[in-house]
């Protein structure tokens, strides 16, 4: 069902990587920046995400010894350094997602750049180190971003949908891989209701929510595949929906032959599969250089 599966360590027969981006309240202030502060519902949705979501997650993962990749604005890293510090202290990895959420597609050139540069900025002084991915605020990343994870030394980007599993993306000035998305693995579409974000979906209940993703692991699985989930700490982090992931998570390292890791080390894997001349699927960059009509 693959063409070209990825052998992965230790004779695993799916790489498991369970990925939150801790957009925190940022949504708010970038979508409605005059009054975004003093829209308490909203501030109080996305700050459950740091605050209370975020301890139950890492306690789980401690529990089950696993380390994971989290996503984080910069301005998040400066709003909650406490949940920053929880993250990386249980050596957990933090990548790159834009300064304030900023959505790279209305925002490019200059701004873009500045915007891009401001959150490396922040990954230095909070995290002590540069961000070795990247993941586009709405998954809108453009080719000026991947210029500029290329030319920052950015190992990896977590936005695109090309493929099932991972694969390379060359550009005229270097290389990154690509760790794809896709909507049916995102908590946006069955757990999200944001009105001031333009967001309205009937909110399932946690297992009808969760089902489809469990559906996505069986073929990627079965394939010898790999599962990233999308989430984010404010929607599944809820008391209820991260009780089931964490039964999920628990069951599948039982009676699986499953890789979890960071999406650093699958990164590090697909560089040394690399050097031993396996074949990884490439795409070319830039798709297009101008309009196509
Ligand atoms: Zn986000």
Redesign the pocket.
């Known amino acids: 069902m693959i063409r070209n599966p990825i052998p992965w360590p230790n004779g695993a027969r799916c790489a498991v990587a369970i990925t939150f981006?801790?957009?925190a309240d940022?949504?708010i202030h970038i979508a409605r920046p005059e009054d975004g502060f003093d829209r308490l519902y909203p501030v109080s949705m996305g700050r459950y995400g740091p605050t209370v979501a975020i301890p139950r997650i890492l306690a789980t993962y401690r529990r089950l010894g696993i380390r994971q990749s989290f996503?984080i604005?910069g301005w998040c890293l400066e709003t909650y350094p406490g949940a920053v510090e929880a993250i990386l202290s249980d050596g957990h990895e933090i990548g790159h997602?834009?300064w304030i959420?900023e959505d790279p597609v209305t925002t490019r050139g200059p701004s873009q750049a500045e915007a891009f540069e401001k959150a490396l900025d922040a990954h230095r002084r909070i995290c002590g180190a540069l961000p070795r991915g990247y993941?586009a605020?709405?998954y809108n990343v453009t080719q000026q971003v991947i210029d500029l994870m290329v030319r920052h030394g950015l190992r990896y980007d977590s936005s695109l949908m090309a493929d099932d599993i991972p694969y390379r993306l060359t550009t005229a000035e270097g290389a990154l891989w690509e760790m794809p998305v896709h909507w049916g693995t995102d908590d946006w579409p069955p757990f999200a209701h944001y009105d001031e974000i333009g967001y309205m979906m009937p909110v399932r209940g946690p297992s009808a929510g969760l089902a489809g993703f469990w559906e996505e692991f069986e073929a990627q699985y079965e394939a010898g595949g790999f599962f990233m989930p999308i989430l984010?700490p404010f929607l599944t982090g809820r008391l209820a929906r991260w009780r089931l992931v964490e039964r999920w998570l628990e069951e599948i390292m039982a009676s699986r032959k499953v890789w979890v890791a960071r999406l650093e080390d699958i990164a590090d894997h697909l560089d040394a599969l690399s050097a031993q001349g396996h074949d990884i699927r490439t795409e070319r960059l830039p798709y297009y250089r101008g309009p196509q009509t």
Request: glycine fraction near 8%; avoid cysteine; proline fraction near 14%.
């Open positions: 981006d801790m957009d940022s949504l996503f604005p997602h834009g959420h993941r605020p709405v984010h």
